[in-house]
């Protein structure tokens, strides 16, 4: 069984900053690709950003140019450094990880609010 727990969410006003950690008690150079999703009350799951073993990135078009996806393998954590934030980025931010063998696995999620 594996573990993601996040941190970093919070209340920031529109135009601030929120940097979110994703960690895992496992290397993750197991995983074929790490990401964050995030939901809205009443909305679906989204993608937000993803990136895969071999550093490929790839974002959801809301949040190009404001968000980015990176790893650190030494510390088995991910992150999304999210700037410029806008109300509606205002979601429960969930990262995910996918294995080679299984998965997909969960984080708990994390609340993002962004005030006017």
């Known amino acids: 069984q594996v573990q993601l727990v996040e941190s970093g969410g919070g209340l920031v006003q529109a135009g601030g900053s929120l940097r979110l950690s994703c960690a895992v008690a496992?290397?993750?150079?197991?995983?074929?690709?790490m990401s964050w999703y995030r939901q809205a009350p009443g909305k679906q799951r989204d993608l937000v950003a993803k990136?895969?073993?071999?550093?490929?990135?790839n974002y959801g078009d809301s949040v190009k140019g404001r968000f980015t996806i990176s790893r650190d393998n030494a510390k088995n954590t991910w992150y999304l450094q999210m700037n410029s934030l806008r109300p509606e980025d205002t979601a429960t931010y969930y990262c995910?990880?996918?294995?080679?063998?299984?998965?997909?696995?969960w984080g708990q999620g994390t609340q993002v609010t962004v005030s006017e």
């Open positions: 496992v290397s993750i150079s197991s995983f074929a690709s």
């Open positions: 990136i895969t073993v071999g550093g490929a990135t």
């Open positions: 995910s990880a996918q294995h080679i063998a299984w998965g997909p696995y």
